[in-house]
C-alpha cells in the first residue's frame, strides 16, 4: 500500500484476490507433499527388505564384494573406479574400503 490510509475497496479486492490465490496455492503445495510423502512412503517399503540384508552382511564379505567390482585395469578415474565409488554409499562402506587393504594396492595411472 502506498500510504497509511485505509485501504480503498478497489485495494481491499485486490488484497482479497492475493490472499484467496496464496491460499489456492497452499492447498495445491499441500496436495503436492502429500503425494510426494506417499510415493516415498512406497518406495522405502518396497526397498527395506534389500537394505537390512545389506546391513547384514559381516564386513570380511562387503570387502570381498568390494575387491570383485573394482577393476584393477582400469584407468584412475575416482568418479567411475576404485575405491571412491563405495566411499559415496555410507559411513560404513568407507570404514570397510579403508581397512580392505587389497583394494588400495593397484593404481593404473
Do not use: M, Y
Amino acid at each position: 500500500l502506498p500510504n497509511n490510509d485505509a485501504p480503498s475497496p478497489h485495494e481491499i479486492a485486490t488484497i482479497a484476490g492475493a490472499v484467496q490465490k496464496a491460499k489456492v496455492d497452499l492447498v495445491r503445495l499441500e496436495a503436492a507433499i502429500t503425494k510426494r510423502r506417499v510415493e516415498l512412503g512406497e518406495f522405502i517399503q518396497r526397498h527395506a527388505p534389500v537394505l537390512s540384508a545389506i546391513r547384514q552382511l559381516p564386513n570380511e564379505i562387503l570387502s570381498a564384494i568390494f575387491s570383485e567390482c573394482v577393476d584393477i585395469n582400469a584407468p584412475f578415474d575416482p568418479l567411475k573406479n576404485g575405491p571412491w565409488v563405495v566411499f559415496q554409499v555410507c559411513r560404513r562402506w568407507r570404514a570397510v574400503a579403508i581397512l580392505s587393504s587389497e583394494l588400495w594396492c593397484h593404481f593404473v595411472l
